[in-house]
């Protein structure tokens, strides 16, 4: 950049551009919200059939493409505020330099370069000559430069000399913005048609590593989040940043902002949706690899032989070893992806029977992954529930724990007496992944247990409404093994606790449990194993456990079997868990007490 570009350069040109930019983004996030929450909500509520499915299908598409152009405004703007960011520095050097020198009577020409004029003591009844000087920015060649004009009985020439390198020192600081933006903003455009690839979104999250990159100087100028995690203090800086720092921290550091407690769960959104766009379009195209890398073998089936005769059966055909082989790492290539399908399948679901807006209020597809998913805004719910899942439980897996939500949601809204609900699916934590191999050891509750307290404690802080909501946590299998140790260490924000299918909870009582007395709910289902195995262990000790009397939990009636049935639609199991999450605990189906006459009868 040359001395004339930057001393005419106005800044709040970029500045503005950067408004229009966040302006035209934010149009483009409420129009995607407009269809997703209002349109397609109505349309999947009251119409039917294969023209509305269709239609459907090319509303949630130009939704995409709403949510795209969001994601890549927010980049240009906060790149353009970046940008202008690096040169003001340069502009305020170059400013400042140049009001020194016209202070000093020193004239500066269009390239930089510095007149002086003659000055200095008389020699021969003549002072020594002016001259001109160029600014010089490597280190050896300034140190002579300087040298030189020490010597030079004229001291306009050392002078000169000085703010000639301050010059220099401005441009080769614009210089460098520019060559450091210039490409980061040449890529942030979209293709030239009208669908939103997968390939795209790979491409966006390549663009905010791009702008994170070369935009740390920027973002590390603004406030900085709370170190601790505190969800009062999360929310206070949150509250404390004007638009456009807010626009900046989505942008480039979603990831930050979407893991929050205590900001708003409108804003985690947001956040967390841009990194799931931007995840599955990653993952896509690495699935998308892994399959040119390992080609379906071929071929598939082959004759069945009866293993006892050795007779080839005539058109019964089996699965080959190696296509069985090939498809099992398949699934596993692709398992990640299933999870963040589940998550868009349930974005899609919002109007089906009511069903409200879903959240995504924490999101990562590192390792086995991470999913918080609402159904409904907690912020303004008169009932939240928050479930915790068990064993085995992953993004890729997912879907599975978002549908018991779902479907908890529903039946708590048929007995909420028309106040809202909100439930949600808290896969925050990394649980064990094996059952033999990992359930018995009890850091992952206690790894996952500061996690849940403060998510907890986020839920109330962000609640906007004028009452206070009521909140019920719910663990399934391992997932009370968590909850508990969360009551163990620190304090968990919750008014009534429902355990299902629990191992154990590492406290010994109910009234361990930070809720009211008669708070804690217990659901034990006929052909469930792991109560047993949690009381038992494998050294059969007799561990005190939820299900267990003297443990103190209110014993609910449930009619599905096995351990994954608590969530079975129309049954008493999930209608008594409903019944506890809209404060009616009080009508739930329980158990008769054992009684303790009955070995003698």
């Known amino acids: 950049m040359d001395y004339t570009t930057l001393k005419a350069l106005k800044i709040s040109e970029f500045s503005d551009a950067a408004d229009g930019y966040r302006a035209t983004g934010d149009m483009a996030s409420a129009a995607k919200d407009r269809i997703e929450n209002q349109i397609t909500a109505s349309m999947t509520k009251s119409l039917k059939g294969e023209s509305v499915d269709a239609a459907l299908e090319q509303l949630r598409a130009l939704a995409d493409n709403f949510?795209?152009?969001?994601?890549?405004?927010?980049?240009?703007?906060?790149?353009?505020?970046?940008?202008?960011?690096?040169?003001?520095?340069?502009?305020?050097?170059l400013d400042s330099a140049v009001a020194d020198a016209?202070?000093?009577?020193?004239?500066?020409?269009?390239?930089?370069?510095?007149?002086?004029?003659?000055?200095?003591?008389?020699?021969?009844?003549?002072?020594?000559?002016?001259?001109?000087?160029?600014?010089?920015?490597?280190?050896?060649?300034?140190?002579?430069?300087?040298?030189?004009?020490?010597?030079?009985?004229?001291?306009?020439?050392?002078?000169?000399?000085?703010?000639?390198?301050?010059?220099?020192?401005?441009?080769?600081?614009?210089?460098?913005?520019?060559?450091?933006?210039?490409?980061?903003?040449?890529?942030?455009?979209?293709?030239?048609?009208?669908?939103?690839?997968?390939?795209?979104?790979?491409?966006?999250?390549?663009?905010?590593?791009?702008?994170?990159?070369?935009?740390?100087?920027?973002?590390?100028?603004?406030?900085?989040?709370?170190?601790?995690?505190?969800?009062?203090?999360n929310a206070e800086w949150w509250k404390g940043l004007d638009a456009e720092q807010q626009a900046a921290w989505i942008s480039i550091r979603p990831d930050s902002v979407g893991a929050l407690d205590g900001v708003p769960s409108t804003v985690r959104d947001e956040a967390n949706r841009m990194l799931l766009a931007e995840a599955h379009g990653v993952a896509q195209g690495e699935y998308g690899t892994w399959l040119k890398t390992h080609p379906e073998p071929s071929p598939r089936f082959q004759p069945y032989i009866d293993p006892t005769t050795g007779i080839v059966m005539k058109?019964?055909?089996?699965?080959?070893?190696?296509?069985?082989?090939?498809?099992?790492?398949?699934?596993?290539?692709?398992?990640?992806?299933?999870?963040?399908?589940?998550?868009?399948?349930?974005?899609?679901?919002?109007?089906?029977?009511?069903?409200?807006?879903?959240?995504l209020?924490?999101?990562?597809?590192?390792?086995?992954?991470?999913?918080?998913?609402?159904?409904?805004?907690?912020?303004?719910?008169?009932?939240?529930?928050?479930?915790?899942?068990?064993?085995?439980?992953?993004?890729?897996?997912?879907?599975?724990?978002?549908?018991?939500?779902?479907?908890?949601?529903?039946?708590?809204?048929?007995?909420?007496?028309?106040?809202?609900?909100?439930?949600?699916?808290?896969?925050?934590?990394?649980?064990p992944d094996s059952v033999v191999k990992d359930a018995p050891f009890e850091h992952y509750a206690y790894d996952g247990a500061p996690a849940f307290n403060q998510f907890l404690d986020g839920l109330e802080v962000s609640h906007s409404s004028e009452s206070e909501p009521h909140r019920t946590v719910i663990g399934h299998s391992y997932g009370t093994t968590l909850v508990g140790a969360a009551a163990q260490t620190g304090h968990l924000n919750a008014d009534d606790v429902i355990f299902a299918g629990s191992p154990g909870v590492e406290v010994s009582g109910a009234d361990e449990m930070d809720v009211p007395k008669g708070h804690v709910w217990n659901e034990e289902a006929d052909g469930d194993p792991v109560p047993d195995i949690g009381r038992w262990g494998l050294g059969g000790d007799g561990f005190i456990i939820p299900s267990d009397q003297e443990f103190g939990a209110n014993q609910m009636t449930t009619d599905t079997d096995g351990h994954s049935g608590y969530w079975d639609g129309s049954s008493t199991s999930l209608k008594n868990q409903a019944l506890v999450v809209?404060?009616?605990?009080?009508?739930?189906?329980?158990?008769?007490?054992?009684d303790p006459w009955a070995h003698v009868k």
């Open 67 to 93: 949510h795209y152009a969001q994601v890549e405004c927010g980049l240009v703007s906060t790149a353009l505020n970046g940008f202008a960011y690096d040169l003001e520095a340069a502009k305020k050097k």
């Open 102 to 233: 016209h202070a000093e009577k020193l004239t500066i020409n269009a390239d930089g370069s510095v007149n002086y004029p003659p000055g200095g003591a008389k020699t021969d009844g003549k002072l020594p000559d002016g001259g001109t000087v160029t600014g010089l920015t490597d280190t050896t060649a300034s140190a002579m430069g300087r040298q030189a004009a020490d010597f030079d009985p004229n001291p306009n020439h050392r002078r000169a000399q000085e703010y000639a390198d301050r010059i220099a020192d401005a441009l080769q600081e614009a210089t460098e913005a520019d060559e450091k933006w210039a490409p980061k903003l040449r890529v942030l455009k979209a293709d030239d048609d009208l669908t939103v690839s997968d390939r795209d979104w790979a491409d966006a999250s390549s663009d905010t590593k791009g702008v994170q990159a070369a935009g740390k100087e920027y973002l590390d100028s603004l406030p900085q989040p709370p170190k601790d995690g505190d969800p009062k203090a």
């Open 315 to 359: 058109g019964v055909n089996v699965e080959t070893p190696q296509w069985k082989k090939w498809d099992e790492a398949r699934k596993k290539a692709h398992k990640s992806l299933d999870g963040m399908d589940a998550i868009r399948t349930r974005f899609d679901a919002t109007g089906t029977n009511g069903l409200p807006e879903a959240y």
């Open 361 to 431: 209020l924490g999101f990562s597809a590192e390792a086995d992954g991470r999913a918080i998913v609402a159904n409904g805004n907690p912020d303004i719910a008169d009932h939240q529930a928050v479930y915790v899942p068990g064993t085995t439980s992953e993004l890729g897996s997912v879907g599975g724990d978002i549908d018991r939500m779902v479907r908890l949601w529903h039946t708590a809204n048929d007995e909420a007496d028309g106040k809202s609900v909100s439930t949600i699916t808290w896969l925050g934590y990394d649980a």
């Open 582 to 594: 809209v404060g009616k605990g009080a009508d739930a189906a329980l158990k008769p007490p054992p």
